[in-house]
Nanobody
Framework: QVQLVESGGGLVQSGDSLTLSCVVS????????MGWFRQAPGKERDFVAA???????SYADSVKGRFTISRDNAKNTMYLEMNGLKPEDTAVYYC?????????????????WGRGTQVTVSS
């Protein structure tokens, strides 16, 4: 059984930093790319960042330069370092494991999803 468990969310102020983690079990972690998505109340789930199985990352324009995605294949863990947080970053953040090696922004190419962790940024 494949499980993805996110952690690290919380309530912070504008300009603060947070690092999210996603631990994967039940799947060969280094065989697939991984991604972060987020969903704000009343909005669709949006792509945030993705990282290939060999570590190459890609980002949504809205977070480029502020967020950094990384992975530790030895720990089956992916991270999202978020700096310079803004109120518009407030959302539930989901990690996902793709069925491909390369980075992808398409939710349909992700096989498994975590339950999400809430990030709230106050102004």
């Amino acid at each position: 059984q494949v499980q993805l468990v996110e952690s690290g969310g919380g309530l912070v102020q504008s300009g603060d930093s947070l690092t999210l983690s996603c631990v994967v079990s039940g799947r060969t972690f280094d065989g697939y790319s991984m991604g972060w998505f987020r969903q704000a109340p009343g909005k669709e789930r949006d792509f945030v960042a993705a990282i290939a199985n060999v570590g190459f990352g890609s980002y949504a324009d809205s977070v480029k330069g502020r967020f950094t995605i990384s992975r530790d294949n030895a720990k089956n863990t992916m991270y999202l370092e978020m700096n310079g947080l803004k109120p518009e970053d407030t959302a539930v953040y989901y990690c996902a494991s793709a069925r491909v090696y390369a980075t992808t922004r398409m939710p349909s190419l992700y096989d498994y999803w975590g339950r999400g962790t809430q990030v709230t940024v106050s102004s």
